[in-house]
C-alpha cells in the first residue's frame, strides 16, 4: 500500500505541473486579449485605409501641379515629404490608442518587445527608421534632387521611414536604406534648387583654332532653349595629354533651367557644336597609331 500511495504521487505531479503551466498560458491570453479594444481595431482599418488614400491623393496633387507649375515643383515636393511623415507618424499613434487599453502590462510589453526587436530581429529596421529621421533633419539632400549614390544617378522621389526612392535616368525606382546615408558619400546636384550646372568635355586637336572653338562652345550653350541664362556660361581650356594623343580639352559648364532636361540640354549643346566644328574646319585630335 505504501509502495502504491508513492507511485500515484510520483505520477500526479508532472500532471499538476502541466495544468499549472496550462493554466498561466491561458491567463496570459486572457490578459492580452483583455488589453485589445476590438471595436478600436475595427475603426484602425477604416484609419489605415483613410491613411493610405490621403498619401495616394497628395502624391496625385503634387504630381499634377509639378507639371503644370514647373517652378513651385520642388517645393511641392519637399513638402509632400514632410506631410507624408507626419500622416505616418499621426497615423500610427492613432490606431495605437484606439486598439489597445494603455496601462502598466501594456506598456511593460511594449517596452519589452522595443527592446528585443531592436536587439535583434528589427535592429536594421530601427536604424533604417533613426537614420529616416536623421535625414529629414540634417538634409544631404532633399526630395527632387539629382543625386549620385553608390554608382546609382537619377532623382530623389520619395523620403520615408524606412527607406529612399530614387528614379533613375533609365526610369528604374531604385529602393535604398535609409541607414546606407549614414556612412556614404552622396552627391547632390542642384540641392533644392531647379536649375543645375552640366559640364560637357570637347577636344579638338593642338594646330585647330582655341580661341573660335571656345567661343562655338559659348555661343551653342547660350542660344540653347533649356539654358538657365540667369547664371553664367563657362568654357575652361586645358591641354590633355595621354599615351595615344595630345588634345585641347573644352569644357562648358553651363546651367539648365530644370533637372529634367538635363540630358536633352546635353545632346542639344553637343549637335550644335559639332556642326559648327564641321562648317569652321575644326578638327578633333588625331590619335597617334604605335607602331609595335
Known sequence: MKYTLYLLVVLLIPLNVHAEEGSST????????????????????????GTWLLIKFISSMVE????QF?????????????????IYMTAGLIVFMLSFRINDHILALIGGTLAVSVGFALKDLAASFIAGMTVMIDR??????????????????????????MRTLSD?????????????????GNYGALDMQVVIPFYIGLN????????????????SR???????VVVLVKQVITDNYLAIQLTC????????????????????????????????????????
Open 26 to 49: 491561458v491567463e496570459n491570453i486572457t490578459q492580452f486579449t483583455n488589453l485589445i479594444r476590438w471595436s478600436g481595431v475595427f475603426f484602425s482599418v477604416f484609419i489605415m485605409a
Open 64 to 67: 499634377s501641379f509639378g507639371s
Open 70 to 86: 514647373a517652378q513651385y515643383r520642388m517645393l511641392m515636393q519637399k513638402m509632400q515629404s514632410f506631410l507624408q511623415f507626419f
Open 140 to 165: 544631404p539632400f532633399q526630395v527632387g534632387d539629382r543625386v549620385t549614390f553608390e554608382g546609382n544617378y537619377g532623382d530623389i522621389i520619395t523620403i520615408g521611414l524606412r527607406s529612399v526612392r
Open 172 to 188: 528604374d525606382i531604385i529602393t535604398i536604406p535609409n541607414n546606407k546615408f549614414l556612412n556614404e558619400v552622396t552627391v547632390s
Open 208 to 223: 585647330e583654332d582655341i580661341v573660335l572653338a571656345r567661343n562655338l562652345i559659348q555661343e551653342a550653350a547660350s542660344s
Open 226 to 232: 533649356y539654358i538657365h541664362l540667369p547664371k553664367p
Open 253 to 292: 559648364k553651363a546651367y539648365v533651367v530644370d533637372t529634367g532636361y538635363e540630358k536633352l540640354f546635353e545632346t542639344d549643346i553637343t549637335l550644335r557644336v559639332m556642326e559648327q566644328f564641321k562648317t569652321n574646319g575644326i578638327k578633333p585630335p588625331q590619335i597617334a597609331i604605335s607602331n609595335s
